[in-house]
């Protein structure tokens, strides 16, 4: 009986030095409110209130090891730190010229009660419009080189909102958007149906990529991301149909780990933005406020720019990359039998060059010049292109030579078919060509199944070797345009040659396949665009018939819509994607694209809804000018645009590029009307837009 009772007694007392008591610790700014909180078992979580109302509710943080403990449960807390931070930085280009960066951070240093003790911080930082928070592991004894098995991250949401997703596939960003309840969100038959992408892997039936954007039924939205993506899997969210938790899931490698690191290290921060209003949350600078300055001194050769190309051609079947259909079938004296299709011929080439010559437009990207692409898709071979060799009948020299008389600029392809073991090998020699050819950009591209076999686009390899490549750009002062990589994070802040990313469902899919619906531009900026710019490469102008394949593949979009996406969806290379000769049936309408600009000074969002409508106006860098896009989804609507952000007292002529009254995205695309009249700041344009259409306006100071 003794015994019973100093066994109890002990069981007691080590219950009360197991248990401690719940302590909480907030942060906050205007209407945000952190909350952060280790409960009684050491477990650390957070909530998140927006003017009082929940946002997140209490939500477990954490971190498990490969084979290790986890920092999941007995933690302590052995210190807090709080500041305040209010600055002012310049981005190097963008859709402001200036940036405020204002936050209170909460730091919680954390501590393993049990052996080995080991530390992790929590570090939040709260913004008028959200939160950011990451994991850090200090440098310490007890923990030096680690594998992340787990992160264990939630975000508990308050109800059954309305989302906006995508699956979670390991591979690629490049689905039609899905809106629907978070209960409804099943991402199998989505990745099932999407046969026109050509890698798919969505192992989890409920994840979804970031970002997420939702709206409550109360009208308040709500958007999840990361920011600052460095040496780390992407973070996709499993959803909770039942409860409406999300939890992180990260994208593993070949063998199924998520990250291998060494302390110290910062994951990278995890994104709540909310908003009562869908404009604020495109007005939002948070993610690049959480990404470091540039890395990059000297910035003076990095210069946003608008781009035609060899693209559009082949893209739609009237050309192709490749200079003969078969690698393996040679002429008598072992030569590749040219397929009479080849897009990056020479004359070809060069008749681009004088389109952009002559219209002012500063770029042309020039796809298939190289040798490789007889077989360049679909077979998970390693060593595909040199990216040195141009094809018998691309003459190098001579095109840079001509490009170069008549100032413009070259874009150079490096399409990598997902073998970037290959690429890294060749890097060097391919930046060389750059710099001895006068190429200042560089678009890439990841198309299949990566190499390293058995890695993934969205995994920690791929995500360093983007990272790489970025860098090594820079070293060569390059510009990049990536496609298919992992979907960006505002990364450019720190790497302002990163220009932009596809990472996303281009206009491309109107291309090849049944394309993207009237609501996708709409939808882009709340999701995609969140973390950076994208090359959408808007500007189709035929907009029917113009697949070699389906001749009745129509692009689901008004021509005046086109034009509405060169403001609409920002990105600083810009493509004019059409082929010359469909512009020059209409060079009334292609003074918008000659004229608008791809760098800003200031932005404003005049109406947004994601899903259906968006309008922006934003001022030209250096000048008094604004560009207006304004879109519809598939309804007709009438946008309502007050020029308040002129300035008062001043005369200006605005321009308006807008679909004909008669328009319509299905039954007459190409009927646009344009007129120019004198505004001031007090008047308020309202301008209908046809189903599936938009309107675009230049505004000039008189
Ligand atoms: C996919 C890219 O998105 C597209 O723009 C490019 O033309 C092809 N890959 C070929 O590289
Ligand atoms: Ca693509």
Redesign the pocket.
Known sequence: MKKLLICLLSLFIGAQIMAQEAKTLTAGQDKVKLEFMLDAEGRAGYSLYFSGNTVIEHSLLGIELVNDSAFNRQLEIIGTEKKQVDERWQPVWGEVRVIRNKYEQLTVQLKQKKAPNRLINLVFRVFEEGVGFRYEFPKQPGLKYFIVGNELTQFNLTGDHKSFWIPGDYETNEYSYTTSSLSEIDAWPVQEKAKDIAVRVVPDRYAVQTPLMMKTSSGLYINIHEAAQINYPAMQLHVNRKNFSLSANLVPDALGNKAYLHAPFNTPWRTIIVADQAKNMLESKMILNLNEPSVIKNTDWIKPMKFVGV?WE??TGKAT?SYANDPDQLSADGKLIPNGKHGANTANVKRYIDFAAKNGIDGVLV?GWNTGWEDWFGNWKEDVFDFVTPYPDFDLQGISGYAKSKGVKLIMHN?TSGSATNYERQLDTAFKVMTKYGYPAVKT?Y?GKIIPRGEHHDGQWMVNHYERVAQKAAAHQVMVDV??PNRPTGLHRTYPNWMAS?AGR?N?YNAFSDGNQPEHETILPFTRLMGGPMDYTPGIFKLKGYSAAVPDRQVHSTLAKQLALYVTLYSPLQMAADLPEHYEAHMDAFQFIKDVAVDWDDTQIVEAEPGDYLTIARKAKGTENWFIGAITDENSRVASIPLTFLDKGKKYMARIYRDADDANWKTNPEAYHIEEFPVTSARVLKLKLAAGGGAAISIKKL
């Open positions: 693209w082949m893209q990359w796809e399409e591209g198309v496609h298919e596809e281009g491309e």
